[in-house]
């Protein structure tokens, strides 16, 4: 079809078999990049250290697939579970710096 990557979406690295993912991406002339992905165990916006600590255990073990595949280019939406939807608080703002205008 024309494609040189695939993303490979990952919520459990203990799911991929990287000995078959590898010989698919060869066998396809494919390129591979990864997405982590945290579940609703996994949430650096939490006041919860533990769902922290997850985020980067998990994280870590991404890296290690990401190094065993040959991935070049690691990515995610690596703050909070996929899809969970919170807006900051005015506090939040101010002290991220948020919605200053860079101009």
């Known amino acids: 079809m024309g494609f040189d990557v695939v993303e490979i979406p990952v919520e459990d690295p203990s799911f991929i078999d990287v000995t078959v993912v590898k010989k698919a991406l060869q066998e396809n002339g494919l390129e591979p990049s990864i997405c982590i992905v945290f579940g609703d165990d996994k949430d650096l916006t939490s006041a919860d250290a533990?769902?922290?600590?997850?985020?980067?255990?998990?994280?870590?073990?991404?890296?290690e697939l990401a190094?065993?595949?040959?991935?070049?280019f690691v990515a995610g939406?690596?703050?909070?579970?996929?899809?969970?939807?919170?807006?900051?608080?005015?506090?939040?703002?101010?002290?991220?710096?948020?919605?200053?205008?860079?101009?």
């Not at 190094?67 to 070049?72: F, I, K, N, Q």
């Not at 939406?77 to 101009?103: C, H, N, Q, T, W």
């Open 50 to 63: 533990s769902l922290h600590q997850n985020c980067f255990e998990h994280a870590e073990k991404c890296f």
């Open 67 to 72: 190094a065993r595949l040959g991935v070049s």
């Open 77 to 103: 939406p690596l703050y909070a579970a996929v899809g969970k939807a919170r807006l900051a608080s005015e506090a939040e703002k101010k002290r991220s710096g948020a919605g200053r205008s860079l101009i």
